[in-house]
Each structure stands twice: as structure tokens, then as C-alpha cells.
């Protein structure tokens, strides 16, 4: 029994009612609990900055917006997905556009989409798609003299179930690369390469989530996130959010 069917039984004692006109009554209120303010999807999308909003746009054919909203579909209607931007970078407006986009659409899934920056410990080059796993907070920390410590916050990270099911199974069986339309980005010197720098791949990791945009290898601050968090594989600003 989930929590939509615990409240609606302290509302509607069952004795009051007949037994078959009591579960159609929680069914009923199920229903309308499954659509938020706007509608109802299975997979709600989240992008950042313009040239991912407009990527992930035209992969998915997303070129109806909804009515008096900033939220895309495609033109069979929004039950399977939504698409928008949100208001800016960094973990505040993602928490936000989290927000909304629960309030509004009651998707099964929310992803967010968007680039990330490749660390040195990885595997993961120029151009590569990088899926979490594991999502460290890397600005949550504690600074005394001599020391700089991490500290940990409570967080649902990517569910074990999503991964297992899907993510998985994609990446071995590798049918989404028929489906990628643009170019592989040309290298330039300094640029991460994987192990295959010819070859686009798909890795699986942890990804470690800032608020800063780390542009700069020989930076202290981006040297500390590199070394603190080596299984990582990459590094974005809205994962925790």
C-alpha cells in the first residue's frame, strides 16, 4: 500500500462504506494522484545550457511545446516524455527544475542530460556518453587547520534497478550508437581520448557534482576533486541537485 492509499484510509474509514465501493474509491484517488499539475509522463528530461536543450530536441523530436509552459514533447502527445531547461546552472536551479518537473508531471524517471567533464582516472573520452552510478557532492566539506575533510550528505542516488535493467543491457548491446546522428568531436592536444579515442563508448561510474566550472588542470581546487574522488569518471554542476 503506498502513501496516496494510506491517506485516503484515514479519510475514508472502511466501515463506513461498502468493501468493493472503498477500493474503487482508492483506485479512483490513484488515478488522480498519478498526473501532477500539467500532466502525466514516464520520463521527464532536464537539460542545462542551450546546445544541450537543443541536442537532446532534436534526437527526440521534441518540437511541440506545451501550452503556456516551457516544457517539450513530441508530436504524439507528452505521455512519454517531457523535455525543458532549466533556469540556470549549478545544484540550486536543478534542484528547482527537479521540483517542478515532479509537481507538474509526476514522471516515473527524471534524467538530466547534459555535458560532463571526463577525469583523468577514467576511461571516458572527448565525445563518450557517461551514465552514474554514484553521485559524490564534491563541495560538501569540513575545513580545520591542516585539514580539509569530506562530509556526507543523505541522497538518492541512481537507482540499482534503472541501471540493472536498461543502462546495462544498452551499453553491451550497443544498438544506440546506430542512432547518434552527429560527428565524433575532433581531438585536440590536451584533449581526453579514452582508450579508444576512434571508437564511441559508453561508460558506467560515479560522477562527482561541483560548483564550479572546472576549466583549468593545473588549478589546486580542480586537482583536489581529481585526486579526493579517483574512482570517479566524470564531473558536472546539477547531479545533486
Given at each position: 500500500m503506498n502513501s496516496s492509499n494510506l491517506r485516503l484510509a484515514c479519510c475514508v474509514p472502511p466501515y463506513r462504506v461498502k468493501p468493493i465501493l472503498f477500493i474503487r474509491r482508492m483506485l479512483c484517488d490513484d488515478r488522480r494522484m498519478e498526473a501532477g499539475r500539467t500532466g502525466k509522463t514516464v520520463v521527464g528530461i532536464l537539460t542545462v545550457i542551450e546546445e544541450e536543450f537543443e541536442a537532446v530536441q532534436v534526437a527526440l523530436k521534441a518540437n511541440v511545446r506545451h501550452p503556456h509552459t516551457g516544457y517539450w514533447h513530441h508530436r504524439r502527445g507528452s505521455s512519454g516524455f517531457v523535455l525543458t531547461r532549466m533556469g540556470d546552472r549549478s545544484t540550486a536551479p536543478a534542484g528547482e527544475a527537479t521540483r517542478d518537473m515532479i509537481e507538474?508531471?509526476?514522471?516515473?524517471?527524471?534524467?538530466?542530460?547534459?555535458?560532463?567533464?571526463?577525469?583523468?582516472?577514467?576511461?571516458?573520452?572527448?565525445?563518450?556518453?557517461?551514465?552514474?552510478?554514484?553521485?559524490?557532492?564534491?563541495?560538501?566539506?569540513?575545513?580545520?587547520?591542516?585539514?580539509?575533510?569530506?562530509?556526507?550528505?543523505?541522497?538518492?542516488?541512481?537507482?540499482?534497478?534503472?541501471?540493472?535493467?536498461?543502462?546495462?543491457?544498452?551499453?553491451?548491446?550497443?544498438?544506440?550508437?546506430?542512432?547518434?546522428?552527429?560527428?565524433?568531436?575532433?581531438?585536440?592536444?590536451?584533449?581526453?581520448?579514452?582508450?579508444?579515442?576512434?571508437?564511441?563508448?559508453?561508460?558506467?561510474?560515479?560522477?562527482?557534482?561541483?560548483?564550479?566550472?572546472?576549466?583549468?588542470?593545473?588549478?589546486?581546487?580542480?586537482?583536489?576533486?581529481?585526486?579526493?574522488?579517483?574512482?570517479?569518471?566524470?564531473?558536472?554542476?546539477?547531479?545533486?541537485?
Open positions: 507538474d508531471w509526476r514522471p516515473d524517471v527524471i534524467m538530466v542530460v547534459g555535458i560532463a567533464g571526463a577525469l583523468s582516472s577514467s576511461d571516458a573520452g572527448l565525445g563518450d556518453v557517461v551514465i552514474p552510478d554514484y553521485i559524490h557532492y564534491g563541495e560538501f566539506r569540513k575545513l580545520t587547520p591542516g585539514q580539509d575533510a569530506l562530509r556526507y550528505a543523505a541522497y538518492d542516488h541512481p537507482t540499482v534497478s534503472l541501471r540493472r535493467h536498461f543502462s546495462d543491457g544498452i551499453c553491451e548491446e550497443k544498438q544506440w550508437m546506430k542512432r547518434v546522428a552527429a560527428e565524433r568531436p575532433r581531438l585536440r592536444t590536451g584533449d581526453r581520448s579514452g582508450s579508444n579515442p576512434r571508437s564511441l563508448k559508453s561508460v558506467i561510474g560515479a560522477v562527482v557534482a561541483a560548483e564550479k566550472i572546472c576549466g583549468d588542470p593545473d588549478h589546486p581546487e580542480q586537482d583536489r576533486i581529481f585526486t579526493t574522488f579517483e574512482n570517479a569518471v566524470a564531473l558536472d554542476m546539477e547531479s545533486f541537485g
